[in-house]
């Protein structure tokens, strides 16, 4: 058991931006008394400790940092995530009722009371347990800075009450999800809310920013992937990087327009990754063939290709009449797989140099 008193107090005046000062003329002791105080050479008697309590609105086992009381609300808090994930919803709502009586300052105690009427409300449609679900989180928020878990941020606990007005508010839950589409993460949702109040126009907005969002992402991971196969080698690795490369060139190929844009320069990427993959088997015929197809979509998207996706992509329906991305090829698609080869696809772990170099060299021959 360790007390960390003096530690609180600092930490919670400086949570409400208070000086010493200012936290002594509310209290009516002196300056010096704050300073001894947090300092760790003087404590409060009984009466102050339940003022200091009440004022930063904590217990005062929390104000003391008793680690013995910590550890018993962690464990509680497991058990309530357990029962919750069991579907065991009439215990973990006893035994969460009994935490926040016992805890009702602890963040950790809230967000998991929080959870169990998040998922039930979520899951059976209930507005009774998704203003459960708001209350709680809401009131997890005040308490956020007592948070351990990099998992859970002020984002998180937003998107959820936001989540949880759907069952409860659809123009609420709109209205909040607009506020935390930070980088279009919530246009999905956002198409889902505006079908369901017939507004389609603004469905087909949110949609297509989704979709070329997801899409750019589902580029980069599997790209991501398959630089992380290939450094790993051996024959299961490589073939299925490869088989990666092909599913992504047939889906990309599926979004594409008719016109050379961005994506045949993305799928150019994929065979170029291709013809490592087969260099590093030894498979000399699919490491040109390959390298050859990356050449020849390289080589469209600079004669009459754009960035433009509004232009590009198959099922484009936002409001821009044009929406251009950026990547590290730049606007010539030959010249630039040049650098990425040379500059990004060096730096894998585990690099084929012989293999890489001789598709760098192919490439630049063929300019």
Same mark, same amino acid.
């Given at each position: 058991m360790k007390?960390?008193?003096?530690?609180?107090?600092?930490?919670?005046?400086?949570?409400?931006?208070?000086?010493?000062?200012?936290?002594?003329?509310?209290?009516?002791?002196?300056?010096? $008394?704050?300073?001894k105080w947090e300092n760790g050479n003087n404590t409060p008697d009984i009466v102050m400790l339940?003022?200091?309590?009440? %004022?930063?609105?904590?217990?005062?086992?929390? @104000?003391?940092?008793?680690? =013995?009381?910590?550890?018993k609300a962690e464990k509680i808090v497991e058990n309530i995530n357990l029962l919750v994930s069991e579907r065991r919803f009439d215990e973990a709502e006893k035994l969460s009722r009994d935490a926040m009586s016992r805890y009702p300052h602890d963040f950790s105690v809230i967000y998991a009371a929080a959870d169990v009427y998040y998922v039930k409300a979520l899951? *059976?449609? +209930?507005?009774?347990?998704? /203003?459960?679900?708001?209350?709680?989180?809401?009131?997890?928020?005040?308490?956020?800075?007592?948070?351990?878990?990099?998992?859970? *941020?002020? %984002?998180?606990?937003?998107?959820?009450?936001?989540?949880?007005y759907m069952v409860v508010d659809e123009k609420a839950a709109f209205e909040r999800f607009k506020q935390i589409n930070f980088g279009?993460?919530? +246009?999905?949702?956002?198409?889902?809310?505006?079908?369901?109040?017939?507004?389609?126009?603004? $469905?087909?907005?949110?949609s297509t920013l989704g979709i070329i969002n997801h899409l750019n992402e589902l580029i980069d991971s599997t790209l991501h992937m398959i630089m992380s196969l290939a450094s790993k080698g051996g024959k299961k690795n490589l073939d299925e990087a490869v088989c990666l490369a092909d599913t992504m060139i047939e889906?990309?190929?599926? %979004?594409?327009?008719?016109?050379?844009?961005?994506?045949?320069?993305? =799928?150019?990427?994929?065979?170029v990754l291709k013809a490592y993959l087969y260099g590093c088997s030894g498979d000399e015929n699919e490491m040109k063939k390959s390298l050859s197809e990356g050449k020849k979509l390289a080589e469209s998207?600079?004669?009459?290709?754009?960035?433009?996706?509004?232009?590009? /992509?198959?099922?484009?329906? $936002?409001?821009?009449?044009?929406?251009?991305?950026?990547?590290?090829?730049?606007? *010539?698609?030959?010249?630039?797989f040049s650098a990425a080869l040379l500059g990004q696809v060096v730096k894998m772990g585990k690099?084929?140099?012989?293999? @890489? *170099?001789?598709?760098? +060299? +192919?490439?630049?021959?063929e300019k």
């Open positions: 007390l960390k008193l003096h530690e609180n107090i600092k930490r919670l005046r400086k949570e409400k931006n208070l000086t010493q000062e200012k936290l002594a003329e509310i209290l009516g002791v002196t300056v010096g $008394a704050v300073s339940t003022m200091l309590a009440s %004022f930063f609105d904590v217990s005062i086992d929390v @104000l003391l940092g008793y680690d =013995m009381a910590s550890k899951e *059976n449609q +209930d507005k009774e347990d998704a /203003l459960k679900a708001i209350d709680l989180l809401t009131k997890s928020l005040e308490y956020l800075s007592q948070n351990k878990d990099p998992d859970i *941020n002020d %984002f998180i606990i937003r998107s959820r009450i936001a989540y949880s279009g993460i919530h +246009d999905t949702v956002l198409a889902l809310l505006c079908i369901q109040n017939n507004e389609v126009d603004q $469905a087909l907005n949110y889906v990309i190929a599926k %979004f594409a327009g008719s016109e050379p844009g961005c994506y045949e320069k993305y =799928m150019a990427c994929y065979h998207y600079d004669k009459n290709g754009t960035n433009d996706v509004a232009r590009h /992509l198959k099922f484009y329906h $936002a409001e821009k009449k044009h929406y251009h991305i950026f990547d590290s090829i730049g606007e *010539n698609a030959v010249t630039g690099i084929n140099r012989k293999v @890489l *170099n001789r598709i760098i +060299d +192919d490439w630049e021959k």
